[in-house]
């Protein structure tokens, strides 16, 4: 047996701007609103954790016996700019930034192949902190620049 190869470490400092996204950190689970025909409400179980010497933050997504997927999280120094990054496991994937936190939320918006879709779409991710450990997302979606964002989902979420 072969012991795992390990970077050596560096010398350059974690952008001190991930810190905004320290309440992604660890465990968390998410409960959206409950449907209009009373079933139950989705889960959303999330995993962050700092990478690459805190340089980036993974956030894992599941929703139990549907799909995963990953949000990566990096400050971009020249853009002044939070890019991420989304991937799952159904093939949607895509690109989005965030300016950081302004008037109390943390908005990403991007551009995304939604393969549950069948097409291309610009999703917005609004972040609102309610107190240590707490938080709602709202998610919005729309086709084209010129349509209103549709309300997509809204997580309550609580660190566990």
Do not use: K
Not at 29 to 52: I, K, N, Q
Not at 107 to 120: C, F, K
């Amino acid at each position: 047996m072969t012991d795992t190869p390990t970077l050596p470490p560096t010398d350059v400092p974690p952008p001190t701007q991930l810190r905004a996204l320290d309440f992604l950190l660890g465990h968390t689970r998410c409960v959206g609103e409950t449907p209009a025909d009373g079933s139950a409400p989705t889960v959303m179980h999330m995993y962050g954790e700092l990478t690459l010497g805190g340089h980036y933050l993974n956030v894992d997504v599941a929703w139990p016996g549907t799909m995963s997927g990953r949000w990566i999280f990096g400050w971009n120094p020249i853009d002044e700019l939070i890019n991420v990054y989304y991937v799952a496991d159904s093939g949607t994937q895509g690109t989005a930034t965030s300016a950081g936190w302004q008037d109390g939320e943390l908005t990403v918006t991007g551009s995304y192949a939604v393969v549950e879709v069948g097409g291309h779409r610009m999703v917005r991710d609004v972040f609102r902190r309610v107190d240590d450990g707490h938080f709602v997302i709202n998610s919005f979606v729309r086709s084209s620049d010129d349509e209103r964002w549709t309300p997509l989902d809204v997580y309550d979420c609580h660190r566990v």
